[in-house]
C-alpha cells in the first residue's frame, strides 16, 4: 500500500473551512484514499474515501487531483469538536486492512 | 444497533497473566480487525479476520492470539501477558473494501 505524507500538525479558526492536505505520491490506480479521525482518546471514526473523483458527505468533502498523488479533506465551517487527529491512508490491501500513520493534529480555535 | 462493542473497557493485569478481549459487532460485518495504540503513535495491526473461521497475522502479532468462531465476534487472547502490551486496543470491523471501518470505544491495558 502506498505511504502517505501529511502535516504533524494545523490550526483553524471555528467557524472557518479547514483544508487538511495529504500527499500519496507512490498511489496505484485501484487505491482508495481514505479519511479517518481521532478525537481524543476514542475509537477512530469513518470520515470519507475516494478513488479519483471527488467526494463529499455530511461531514467533509475530500478533493482529490488529477494524478491522484495528492489530496485534501475540507471541512466547511469548522466547530471545537472538530479538534482531532486526521489521518489520510491509502489502500487496495485485498485483505482490506488499514494502516495508520501519526496523522495530522487539527486543533480549531475559538 | 450498537455497532462495535468491546469488553472490558479497562483492565490492570500483572505479568504473566492471561485474558481475552471480546469484540462483538451487529452489522453483519465480514471484515474484523484488531489494533493496538500506544501514546503519540498511530494503530498498528495486530490481527484480522476476513471471515468467520479465518484468522491472520498483521503488522504486530507477537503474544497475541486470535479467533473468529462467530461471524459477530472476534476475540482477541494474551497468553502471557508482559508490560510491553500496555496500550490501548481497539476492534474495528466492515462489511467490505469501499466501506469505512467502524472502531470500537477501546479497551485500555495496563501490565504491572
Known amino acids: 500500500d502506498a505511504k502517505t505524507t501529511q502535516p504533524t500538525s494545523m490550526d483553524c479558526a471555528e467557524g472557518r473551512a479547514a483544508n487538511l492536505p495529504c500527499n500519496h505520491s507512490t498511489i496505484s490506480g485501484n487505491e482508495y484514499v481514505y479519511w479517518y479521525r481521532q478525537i481524543h482518546s476514542q475509537g477512530p471514526q469513518y470520515i470519507i474515501h475516494?478513488?479519483?473523483n471527488n467526494e463529499t458527505n455530511e461531514m467533509a468533502s475530500l478533493i482529490i487531483t488529477e494524478d491522484r498523488k495528492s489530496s485534501t479533506l475540507i471541512l466547511p465551517h469548522a466547530t471545537l469538536r472538530d479538534t482531532a487527529v486526521y489521518y489520510c491512508?491509502?489502500?487496495?490491501?485485498?485483505?482490506?486492512?488499514?494502516?495508520f500513520g501519526k496523522g495530522t493534529l487539527l486543533t480549531v480555535n475559538p | 444497533n450498537a455497532g462495535v462493542t468491546q469488553t472490558p473497557k479497562f483492565r490492570v493485569l500483572k505479568t504473566g497473566q492471561s485474558m481475552t478481549l471480546l469484540c462483538a459487532q451487529d452489522?453483519?460485518?465480514?471484515?474484523m480487525y484488531w489494533y493496538r495504540q500506544d501514546p503519540g503513535m498511530g494503530l498498528r495491526l495486530i490481527h484480522y479476520?476476513?471471515?468467520?473461521?479465518?484468522?491472520a497475522k498483521g503488522e504486530v502479532p507477537d503474544g497475541y492470539n486470535v479467533s473468529r468462531l462467530k461471524k459477530q465476534n472476534f476475540l482477541l487472547g494474551l497468553e502471557s501477558a508482559a508490560p510491553s502490551q500496555t496500550s490501548v486496543y481497539f476492534c474495528a470491523s466492515n462489511a467490505d473494501r469501499g466501506n469505512g471501518y467502524t472502531f470500537g470505544s477501546g479497551t485500555r491495558l495496563t501490565v504491572v
Open positions: 475516494g478513488l479519483k
Open positions: 479476520s476476513v471471515g468467520e473461521g479465518t484468522t
Open positions: 491512508i491509502v489502500s487496495r490491501g485485498s485483505n482490506y486492512k488499514l494502516t
Open positions: 452489522m453483519n460485518h465480514e471484515y
